[in-house]
């Protein structure tokens, strides 16, 4: 049990429980968490002593700094001044303890609210909402007591409007910090250890801290790499050597007396290290110079014995992970003033996100991620460098996004929550094919190779020895569909280009026009470029070119159209999917639907009817000379 003034101390904390309930609490002292039973009416709380981390002030900073800056006047015979830009600096106490009290009484006073239409679990929800907690506390700290007096002036005047908060409440709730800097330290250092990303382990923790621990999870990670990109050389190859001989130099340097004699090379050395962030975080979060490039030493000199390449590598990644994490949570905190109706439900959507971004973290497997590639791709066993860079593996926070997307899916079909659209009626189009590609095709059947059993090329023994005859396997035929919009940005040498690499292709351009239009055009053109061997001469003189079709509106109907037709079936398009929205009645409204739920149905399609997606013109002619040498 604690005594009266024990409990009046904790009082500044917020892990007082009386006043949830109004009723006697037994509160004691605990050595790793604090929590709250309203069952049985029993607290567990932290002193103020928990940990000792601290930051230097701003006057201490100046202190620590002022001996360095004295002497190297001296030695360089110029002004040199460090400042205290970009240094973390505290002129209070840091209180993590503090911090913990108030997030376990934030939990009990504003309970979780309901979530509607996601597949995430409540408990990271809870974890989610945490953030938002600390931000309505300190909301109602700020402005109950000046609404409450808003309020009562706004009762007899004549000219009433609603009350907006005041004071920097977000600067306050992002300073809060939840977990001491040596968690932090270890647990990078553990991260860094592991051959992969270990997405998992930094979900665990990170869900549960403040916006504030993952930033100084960042500071440090940052401060790490700032070794590495100290010590590498950015005008010529970057050798283990060459960067192993810098770190050594720096060592060095931040290790030796400044009561000895320095020469103005060494001193010039330590001005610039000193303005870098890897000695910047050791002043502030070890009160030593060299603390990132010990940790960096020990990576590749200790225990773990990495290259430096490798450790840039895993630095890099990890990073990635923290940015994710940080922008989710940037995305719960109001920058603008908010009202009351705003702060209670203006944000669940962006909860909704953290909370499933928290679940993919903490229960996702990122190996296994990315576009999954039509049959025809996986049958005819490509290499990665042949694969459209849309089916490519996607790099660590893109695989989170997608795993935080794949949980916020309601149970509404993807079509239907895009909203009430329509596509454009579309006219087939018959192009002027001119050109005639037979000739294109006359190859012959067998190609040579250095492998085979029967020699049918013996001239070739002297030049490259590749006198055995192997059966071509190119395959011709085909369905290519072009999205003509304006964001495509090609020209007609790239339609030509993409026309004689697939010479046997049925080869067709599709693009719409806005509403309105007071002619008698149609809405959406299905033009084709090239069939039977035969083809336009020019782009310029296709329909679609001549009478201005740059807009969308014909995706799905072309996509439909591509369904049905021989494969392999390939897609040229940046899937920037546009629609015409229409009124409930079912008018046109004169505008349009693009977001990522229309993008999301046209991709499903793609992949239902086996429809190999290429991103851009240049990736479709690469893909169509892959195909041509097969």
Same mark, same amino acid.
């Given at each position: 049990?604690?005594? #009266?003034?024990d409990?009046?101390v904790?009082?500044t904390?917020m892990?007082?429980?009386?006043?949830l309930?109004?009723?006697?609490?037994?509160?004691?002292l605990?050595?790793?968490?604090?929590?709250?039973?309203?069952?049985?009416?029993?607290?567990t709380?932290?002193?103020?002593?928990?940990?000792e981390?601290e930051l230097k002030?701003?006057?201490e900073?100046v202190?620590? #700094?002022?001996?360095?800056?004295?002497?190297?006047?001296?030695?360089?015979?110029?002004?040199?001044?460090?400042g205290?830009?970009?240094?973390?600096?505290?002129?209070?106490p840091?209180?993590?303890?503090?911090?913990?009290?108030?997030?376990?009484m934030?939990?009990?006073?504003?309970?979780?609210?309901p979530?509607q239409?996601?597949?995430?679990?409540?408990?990271?929800?809870?974890r989610a909402?945490n953030?938002?907690?600390?931000?309505?506390?300190?909301?109602n700290?700020?402005?109950?007591?000046?609404?409450?007096?808003?309020d009562?002036?706004q009762?007899?005047?004549? %000219?009433?409007?609603?009350y907006?908060?005041?004071?920097?409440?977000s600067?306050?709730?992002?300073?809060?910090?939840?977990?001491?800097?040596?968690?932090?330290?270890?647990?990078?250092?553990?991260w860094?250890?592991?051959?992969?990303?270990?997405?998992?382990?930094?979900?665990?923790l990170?869900?549960?801290?403040?916006?504030?621990d993952?930033?100084?999870a960042?500071s440090?990670?940052?401060?790490?790499?700032?070794v590495?990109?100290?010590?590498?050389d950015?005008?010529?190859?970057?050798?283990?050597?060459?960067v192993?001989a810098?770190?050594?130099?720096?060592?060095?340097v931040?290790?030796?007396?400044i009561?000895?004699?320095?020469?103005?090379?060494?001193?010039?050395?330590f001005?610039?290290l000193?303005?870098t962030?890897?000695?910047?975080?050791?002043?502030?979060?070890?009160?030593?110079?060299?603390?990132?490039?010990?940790?960096?030493?020990?990576?590749?000199?200790?225990?773990?014995?990495?290259?430096?390449?490798?450790l840039l590598? =895993?630095?890099?990644?990890?990073?990635?992970?923290?940015d994710?994490?940080?922008?989710?949570?940037?995305?719960?905190?109001?920058?603008?003033?908010?009202?009351?109706?705003?702060?209670k439900?203006?944000?669940?959507?962006?909860?909704?996100r953290?909370?499933a971004?928290?679940?993919?973290?903490?229960?996702?497997?990122?190996s296994k %991620?990315?576009k999954?590639?039509?049959?025809?791709?996986?049958?005819?066993?490509?290499?990665?460098?042949?694969?459209?860079q849309?089916y490519q593996s996607?790099?660590?926070?893109?695989?989170i996004?997608?795993?935080?997307n794949?949980?916020? #899916?309601?149970?509404?079909k993807?079509?239907?929550?895009?909203?009430?659209?329509?596509?454009?009626?579309?006219?087939?189009?018959?192009?002027?094919?001119d050109?005639?590609l037979?000739?294109?095709? #006359?190859?012959?059947?067998?190609?040579?190779?250095?492998v085979?059993?029967?020699?049918?090329?013996i001239?070739r023994?002297?030049t490259?020895?590749?006198?055995?005859?192997?059966?071509?396997t190119t395959?011709?035929?085909g369905?290519v569909?072009?999205?003509?919009?304006?964001?495509?940005?090609f020209?007609?040498?790239?339609?030509?280009?993409?026309?004689?690499?697939?010479?046997?292709?049925?080869?067709?351009?599709?693009?719409?026009k806005?509403?309105?239009?007071k002619d008698?055009?149609?809405?959406?053109?299905?033009?084709?470029?090239?069939?039977?061997?035969?083809?336009i001469?020019?782009?310029?003189?296709?329909?679609?070119?001549?009478?201005?079709?740059?807009?969308?509106?014909v995706?799905?109907?072309?996509i439909?159209?591509?369904?049905?037709?021989?494969?392999? =079936?390939m897609?040229?398009?940046?899937?920037?999917?546009?629609a015409?929205?229409?009124r409930?009645?079912?008018t046109?409204s004169?505008?349009?639907?693009?977001?990522?739920?229309?993008?999301?149905?046209?991709?499903?399609?793609?992949?239902?009817?086996?429809?190999i997606?290429?991103?851009?013109?240049?990736?479709a002619k690469?893909?169509a000379?892959?195909?041509?040498k097969?």
């Amino acid at each position: 049990m604690m005594s #009266k003034n024990d409990r009046q101390v904790q009082l500044t904390g917020m892990l007082y429980p009386e006043i949830l309930d109004n009723k006697e609490y037994q509160v004691s002292l605990g050595e790793q968490n604090a929590h709250i039973d309203r069952d049985n009416f029993t607290a567990t709380t932290l002193v103020d002593g928990f940990c000792e981390c601290e930051l230097k002030t701003t006057q201490e900073l100046v202190e620590f #700094k002022k001996p360095y800056e004295d002497k190297f006047r001296k030695v360089l015979d110029t002004n040199i001044t460090f400042g205290s830009w970009s240094h973390k600096t505290s002129d209070k106490p840091i209180n993590h303890a503090s911090n913990v009290r108030k997030q376990v009484m934030y939990r009990e006073m504003f309970k979780l609210p309901p979530f509607q239409g996601v597949k995430v679990k409540k408990e990271y929800l809870n974890r989610a909402y945490n953030l938002h907690r600390h931000y309505r506390a300190s909301w109602n700290i700020h402005n109950k007591e000046r609404k409450k007096e808003h309020d009562k002036q706004q009762e007899n005047a004549r %000219y009433k409007w609603k009350y907006q908060s005041r004071g920097r409440v977000s600067q306050e709730v992002k300073h809060t910090e939840l977990i001491c800097y040596d968690i932090i330290h270890q647990s990078v250092i553990s991260w860094l250890q592991m051959e992969d990303t270990p997405v998992q382990q930094m979900g665990q923790l990170l869900s549960v801290a403040h916006i504030s621990d993952a930033h100084n999870a960042k500071s440090f990670v940052n401060a790490l790499i700032s070794v590495l990109n100290w010590c590498s050389d950015d005008e010529h190859d970057t050798t283990e050597a060459f960067v192993n001989a810098e770190m050594q130099l720096a060592l060095k340097v931040l290790h030796k007396s400044i009561t000895g004699r320095w020469t103005k090379l060494e001193a010039k050395t330590f001005v610039d290290l000193m303005r870098t962030d890897a000695v910047k975080y050791s002043i502030d979060y070890d009160n030593s110079l060299s603390f990132a490039y010990e940790i960096v030493e020990t990576f590749t000199k200790g225990f773990v014995k990495l290259t430096y390449t490798e450790l840039l590598r =895993r630095l890099l990644n990890l990073m990635q992970v923290l940015d994710t994490i940080t922008n989710y949570q940037e995305e719960c905190l109001p920058w603008n003033v908010v009202g009351i109706t705003t702060l209670k439900r203006g944000y669940n959507k962006p909860i909704k996100r953290l909370g499933a971004l928290y679940q993919s973290l903490c229960e996702g497997n990122f190996s296994k %991620y990315g576009k999954l590639q039509p049959k025809s791709l996986q049958q005819a066993k490509v290499q990665q460098a042949m694969t459209p860079q849309y089916y490519q593996s996607k790099g660590v926070s893109d695989q989170i996004s997608d795993a935080v997307n794949e949980l916020m #899916k309601g149970d509404k079909k993807i079509n239907e929550r895009a909203g009430r659209h329509r596509w454009a009626n579309v006219s087939f189009l018959q192009g002027k094919l001119d050109k005639d590609l037979a000739g294109k095709l #006359k190859v012959r059947k067998q190609r040579p190779s250095d492998v085979g059993a029967v020699p049918r090329y013996i001239n070739r023994w002297v030049t490259d020895k590749q006198v055995f005859a192997r059966k071509r396997t190119t395959i011709k035929g085909g369905t290519v569909a072009i999205d003509c919009s304006g964001s495509m940005s090609f020209n007609a040498s790239d339609i030509e280009e993409i026309v004689n690499q697939l010479p046997a292709s049925h080869i067709v351009g599709y693009s719409g026009k806005g509403q309105g239009k007071k002619d008698d055009r149609p809405e959406g053109v299905i033009e084709t470029f090239a069939k039977n061997q035969r083809a336009i001469t020019s782009y310029d003189n296709t329909y679609i070119c001549e009478n201005d079709y740059y807009q969308n509106y014909v995706d799905v109907p072309a996509i439909m159209w591509l369904s049905r037709q021989p494969k392999p =079936r390939m897609l040229v398009s940046d899937m920037e999917v546009v629609a015409y929205a229409v009124r409930p009645d079912g008018t046109d409204s004169h505008t349009y639907v693009h977001n990522k739920e229309l993008r999301m149905y046209c991709e499903e399609l793609c992949r239902k009817h086996d429809i190999i997606i290429l991103k851009d013109v240049d990736e479709a002619k690469e893909f169509a000379k892959s195909l041509g040498k097969r």
